[in-house]
C-alpha cells in the first residue's frame, strides 16, 4: 500500500492518478471531466478519503500564486521569481570559505549590494550544512548570526525579509525575537521538537526542508530511495501535518525538496525534472541549487574534465534553475545575487509575456 494517492503531471494537460493500492493500475487523465469520472468511481467504491485527498491535490495543481507576509511585509509569488540570497556567517561555508564571516561591515556591505541586485530574502546561516560538516553548539551559532541580524536591521532597515537558516529552536527564537521573519530549517522541524512550538508561537512563514540523516553522515553510505519525489512528497506532507497540529497555519510552509541534503546526483537531477510534481500540495516551492556539487560531477564527467570549483559554477546553476523556475519554482536560493536576478528578470518577463 502507498501512504496515500498521488497525482503526477506528465504534461500541461495530462496527468496520471496513482492510487493507494499499488496494485491498482494508474489512469491517464486528460480534462476535468476524466479526472472526474475518476472521483466518481471511488466514491461509489466507497474510497472517500482517496477521492478527497486525489481532489485536493487536484485544485492544488492549479495554484499558480502564494503570498509570503509577516509583520507588514509580503512577496507575492508565481509572476516574479524571488530570490533569497545566501550570507553565510561560518569557517567553513563550501562556496566561499570563511569570507570575513566575523566582519560585521563586510556583511552589510554584502547585503546591501544584494538587496540593491534584487535579493528578496537574506538567508542568515551560522552553521554549515555541507555534507561532512560537523555540527555547532547553540552558543556558538546564537553568537554568529545574532550580531549579524541585529545589524542588518539597524542599518539596513525593516523592508525586506531576512530568514535565519537554523535546526535548532533556540537559534530560531532569538532570531526571531532580533527581527527575522521566516525560519529555514534543513530538518523540516524533524531535529528539534521544540521548533515547531517556536514556529507557531511567533506564526512566521517556515521552510520545510526534506533530508535523509545529517549534514555530517547525509552523504554517505548507501543512499536508497523507492521513488525519490514520492519519498519526498511523503515526508513534507507529514511534517506539515505535524505543523498544523501544533498550531502552525497551513498558509504558513514553504517546501524545499532538499537537493544535495542526502542524495545521489542522479536523485538532484530527478528532483528538478520532476519538480512540477511537488506541486501537489499547494504550497510555494523553494529550491537551492546554486554551486551545489552534483553540478561539478555534472560537469566534470560530461565536459571540464577537471573539478570546477563551487565560485566558477554560475552558469551551471543558472541552468538547473531556468528549468526548475520553468516547471514550478517560486524562490530560488543562490550565491549570486546580481547575476541571478538579471537572468530571471528576462526569464519571468519572456514566460509571462502575453501574446494577442
Same mark, same amino acid.
Given at each position: 500500500?502507498?501512504?496515500? *494517492?498521488?497525482?503526477? *503531471?506528465?504534461?500541461? &494537460?495530462?496527468?496520471?492518478?496513482?492510487?493507494?493500492?499499488?496494485?491498482?493500475?494508474?489512469? !491517464?487523465?486528460?480534462?476535468?471531466?476524466?479526472?472526474?469520472?475518476?472521483?466518481?468511481?471511488?466514491?461509489?467504491?466507497?474510497?472517500?478519503?482517496?477521492?478527497?485527498?486525489?481532489?485536493?491535490?487536484?485544485?492544488?495543481?492549479?495554484?499558480?500564486?502564494?503570498?509570503?507576509?509577516?509583520?507588514?511585509?509580503?512577496?507575492?509569488? /508565481?509572476?516574479?521569481?524571488? =530570490?533569497?540570497?545566501?550570507?553565510?556567517?561560518?569557517?567553513?561555508?563550501?562556496?566561499?570559505?570563511?569570507?570575513?564571516?566575523?566582519?560585521?561591515?563586510?556583511?552589510?556591505?554584502?547585503? $546591501?549590494?544584494?538587496?540593491?541586485?534584487?535579493?528578496?530574502?537574506?538567508?542568515?546561516?551560522?552553521?554549515?550544512?555541507?555534507?561532512?560538516?560537523?555540527?555547532?553548539?547553540?552558543?556558538?551559532?546564537?553568537?554568529?548570526?545574532?550580531?549579524?541580524?541585529? +545589524?542588518?536591521?539597524?542599518?539596513? /532597515?525593516?523592508? #525586506?525579509?531576512?530568514? =535565519?537558516?537554523?535546526?535548532?529552536?533556540?537559534?530560531?527564537?532569538?532570531?526571531?525575537?532580533?527581527?527575522? %521573519?521566516?525560519?529555514?530549517?534543513?530538518?523540516?522541524?524533524?531535529?528539534?521538537?521544540?521548533?515547531?512550538?517556536?514556529? +507557531?508561537?511567533?506564526?512566521?512563514?517556515?521552510?520545510?526542508?526534506?533530508?535523509?540523516?545529517?549534514?555530517?553522515?547525509?552523504? $554517505?553510505? %548507501?543512499?536508497?530511495?523507492?521513488?525519490?519525489?514520492?519519498?519526498?512528497?511523503?515526508? !513534507?506532507?507529514?511534517?506539515?501535518?505535524?505543523?498544523?497540529?501544533? /498550531?502552525?497555519? *497551513?498558509?504558513? #510552509?514553504?517546501?524545499d525538496p532538499g537537493i544535495?541534503? /542526502?542524495?545521489?546526483v542522479e536523485h538532484n537531477?530527478?528532483?528538478?525534472?520532476?519538480?512540477?510534481? #511537488?506541486?501537489?500540495?499547494?504550497?510555494?516551492?523553494?529550491?537551492?541549487?546554486?554551486?551545489?556539487?552534483?553540478?561539478?560531477?555534472?560537469?566534470?564527467?560530461?565536459?571540464?574534465?577537471?573539478?570546477?570549483?563551487?565560485?566558477?559554477?554560475?552558469?551551471?546553476?543558472?541552468? +538547473?534553475?531556468?528549468?526548475?523556475?520553468?516547471?514550478?519554482?517560486?524562490?530560488?536560493?543562490?550565491?549570486?545575487?546580481?547575476?541571478? +536576478?538579471? #537572468?530571471? &528578470?528576462?526569464?519571468?518577463?519572456?514566460?509571462?509575456?502575453?501574446?494577442?
Amino acid at each position: 500500500m502507498r501512504d496515500f *494517492p498521488f497525482i503526477k *503531471p506528465i504534461d500541461k &494537460t495530462v496527468f496520471k492518478i496513482y492510487f493507494k493500492d499499488i496494485l491498482s493500475s494508474p489512469v !491517464l487523465v486528460e480534462s476535468e471531466e476524466q479526472f472526474k469520472k475518476v472521483i466518481n468511481n471511488l466514491l461509489i467504491q466507497n474510497r472517500r478519503e482517496e477521492a478527497k485527498e486525489l481532489s485536493q491535490q487536484w485544485i492544488n495543481l492549479q495554484k499558480k500564486h502564494f503570498k509570503i507576509n509577516y509583520k507588514g511585509k509580503f512577496i507575492n509569488l /508565481g509572476i516574479k521569481t524571488a =530570490i533569497m540570497g545566501v550570507v553565510n556567517v561560518t569557517p567553513d561555508s563550501f562556496s566561499n570559505g570563511s569570507e570575513n564571516y566575523k566582519d560585521i561591515n563586510y556583511i552589510l556591505d554584502k547585503v $546591501s549590494k544584494m538587496l540593491e541586485n534584487g535579493a528578496d530574502i537574506i538567508d542568515v546561516g551560522g552553521e554549515s550544512t555541507r555534507p561532512g560538516a560537523d555540527p555547532v553548539d547553540v552558543d556558538e551559532e546564537l553568537s554568529r548570526v545574532i550580531p549579524v541580524i541585529k +545589524a542588518l536591521r539597524k542599518e539596513l /532597515g525593516d523592508r #525586506f525579509f531576512i530568514s =535565519i537558516d537554523t535546526y535548532k529552536s533556540q537559534v530560531a527564537k532569538a532570531a526571531l525575537e532580533e527581527g527575522a %521573519d521566516i525560519v529555514n530549517d534543513i530538518s523540516g522541524m524533524s531535529f528539534d521538537p521544540d521548533m515547531v512550538k517556536v514556529v +507557531a508561537k511567533y506564526d512566521c512563514p517556515v521552510i520545510i526542508n526534506h533530508i535523509r540523516g545529517k549534514p555530517k553522515d547525509m552523504q $554517505s553510505g %548507501d543512499i536508497y530511495y523507492d521513488d525519490v519525489v514520492y519519498d519526498i512528497v511523503s515526508f !513534507l506532507r507529514k511534517q506539515i501535518k505535524y505543523g498544523i497540529e501544533n /498550531g502552525i497555519r *497551513p498558509d504558513r #510552509f514553504i517546501i524545499d525538496p532538499g537537493i544535495g541534503f /542526502g542524495k545521489r546526483v542522479e536523485h538532484n537531477v530527478e528532483i528538478i525534472k520532476r519538480i512540477n510534481e #511537488f506541486k501537489v500540495l499547494g504550497l510555494p516551492i523553494l529550491i537551492g541549487i546554486s554551486r551545489k556539487s552534483f553540478l561539478n560531477v555534472i560537469l566534470k564527467n560530461l565536459l571540464t574534465k577537471t573539478d570546477v570549483e563551487p565560485k566558477d559554477r554560475l552558469y551551471a546553476s543558472l541552468g +538547473a534553475t531556468a528549468y526548475a523556475v520553468l516547471n514550478g519554482v517560486h524562490i530560488v536560493r543562490v550565491h549570486d545575487v546580481k547575476e541571478t +536576478a538579471q #537572468f530571471l &528578470t528576462i526569464l519571468d518577463t519572456i514566460r509571462g509575456f502575453r501574446l494577442e
